[in-house]
C-alpha cells in the first residue's frame, strides 16, 4: 500500500484556493478608511487590509485551551495586501498575520495587539498548523526573492 503525503504546495492550494466562506468588510475607499480609522482608533495599533482571509485554527485541544483561557479565539488574519498600518510596522503592498482573534465585529478584527479593518471581499476558513506554518514559509521565500532583485 503506497502511503500518501500531503506537500506544502499542496497545503498552500487549498488553504489559497479550496472552498471558504465569502465575507464582506467595509466597502469604504482606502482614504476615507484611512481618515475614519485614524478618528475611531487614535490611541490604539490599527492596519488597513485587502484580500484577507480569516484562518479558523485547527489547534490540539490542550493549546486551544491556552487560547480560550487568554480569552482569545483561534482564530488568526492574513492579508497579502496591507493598505496602511498606523505605526508603520508594515508597509503598503505588505503581507501581515495578525495574533490570535480578540474581537471581531462586521469590518474590526481585533488581536491583543492591533486591530484591523477589513476593506473589501474576504474569506474565512479552516487551517491546520502546517499549513499556516507553508504560508509563512511561502511569504518569507518570495520576500528572500524580492531582495535578489
Same mark, same amino acid.
Given at each position: /500500500?503506497?502511503?500518501?503525503?500531503?506537500?506544502?504546495?499542496?497545503?498552500?492550494?487549498?488553504?489559497?484556493?479550496?472552498? &471558504? =466562506?465569502?465575507?464582506?468588510?467595509? @466597502?469604504?475607499?482606502?482614504?476615507?478608511?484611512?481618515?475614519? &480609522? @485614524?478618528?475611531?482608533?487614535?490611541?490604539?495599533?490599527?492596519?488597513?487590509? @485587502?484580500?484577507?482571509? /480569516?484562518?479558523?485554527? /485547527?489547534?490540539?485541544?490542550?493549546?486551544?485551551?491556552?487560547?480560550?483561557?487568554?480569552?482569545?479565539?483561534?482564530?488568526?488574519?492574513?492579508?497579502?495586501?496591507?493598505?496602511?498600518?498606523?505605526?508603520?510596522? =508594515?508597509?503598503?503592498?505588505?503581507? !501581515?498575520?495578525?495574533?490570535?482573534?480578540?474581537?471581531?465585529?462586521?469590518?474590526?478584527?481585533?488581536?491583543?495587539?492591533?486591530?484591523? !479593518?477589513?476593506?473589501?471581499?474576504?474569506?474565512?476558513?479552516? &487551517?491546520?498548523?502546517?499549513?499556516?506554518?507553508?504560508?509563512?514559509?511561502?511569504?518569507? &521565500?518570495?520576500?528572500?526573492?524580492?531582495?535578489?532583485?
Amino acid at each position: /500500500m503506497k502511503t500518501m503525503s500531503v506537500t506544502d504546495t499542496d497545503l498552500l492550494g487549498d488553504l489559497l484556493f479550496g472552498a &471558504a =466562506h465569502t465575507l464582506w468588510g467595509s @466597502r469604504l475607499t482606502d482614504d476615507d478608511l484611512i481618515r475614519l &480609522a @485614524r478618528i475611531t482608533f487614535k490611541e490604539q495599533h490599527f492596519c488597513i487590509v @485587502r484580500h484577507w482571509m /480569516m484562518l479558523d485554527m /485547527m489547534l490540539p485541544e490542550t493549546v486551544e485551551r491556552e487560547v480560550k483561557a487568554q480569552g482569545l479565539t483561534a482564530t488568526i488574519l492574513y492579508s497579502p495586501l496591507t493598505v496602511f498600518d498606523s505605526e508603520g510596522t =508594515h508597509r503598503p503592498g505588505e503581507t !501581515v498575520f495578525s495574533a490570535y482573534l480578540l474581537d471581531f465585529d462586521g469590518c474590526i478584527f481585533e488581536s491583543q495587539d492591533t486591530v484591523y !479593518v477589513l476593506a473589501g471581499r474576504g474569506f474565512r476558513k479552516f &487551517a491546520s498548523v502546517p499549513a499556516l506554518q507553508a504560508l509563512r514559509a511561502y511569504k518569507d &521565500a518570495a520576500i528572500g526573492s524580492q531582495s535578489l532583485f
